[in-house]
């Protein structure tokens, strides 16, 4: 008699957690707005990361200026977002130069400290102007074929364009 008592209890009870469950799960169903617009939101943004990354960007604007104004190395100048251990590669003009990067949320990322080779090159004006500013861009912008690199989201430092 104890065992059948014993029984019964624990059907009791595990019937009560299993309608309790099922309860606040209906519950979540009734507010799907919020769980919709987080989705929505992570899709966004996964979208707009799979555009980013796997690809190279060629430089075409230096703080506004088009790179046929510019000396000849910013022809050469090219940056590649890799999803292999978020590495960040690329050419500012005479050196090649590496290091990690972090996506966030809203379009922003986050560079490590960059590293480069240290070839001596006739001019270093675009070199050290597209280092300094990857060093301190936080956001990016992709509009079809063309990378928007700013800071605060204000106006584009540089600009790219993706390689075929």
Known sequence: MKTFGLFFASLSLA??????????????QDEPSKSTSKVQVSTDQENSQKQLVDKKWKL????????SELDN??????????????RLVGNSGCNSFGGTYTLKEGNRFETSQLIS???ACENMEIEDQ???????????????????????????LAEFKLEN
């Open 15 to 28: 019937l009560f957690l299993n309608c309790n469950g099922n309860a606040t799960k209906k519950g979540s």
């Open 60 to 67: 075409t604007k230096l703080l506004g200026q088009d790179v």
């Open 130 to 156: 597209f280092m300094g500013i990857i060093q301190r861009a936080d956001t990016y912008i992709i509009n079809g074929n063309t990378l928007q690199i700013t800071k605060a989201k204000m106006a584009p």
């Open 73 to 86: 190395s910013a022809h050469k100048v090219f940056i590649q977002f890799s999803t292999e251990e978020n």
């Open 117 to 119: 080779t240290m070839m």
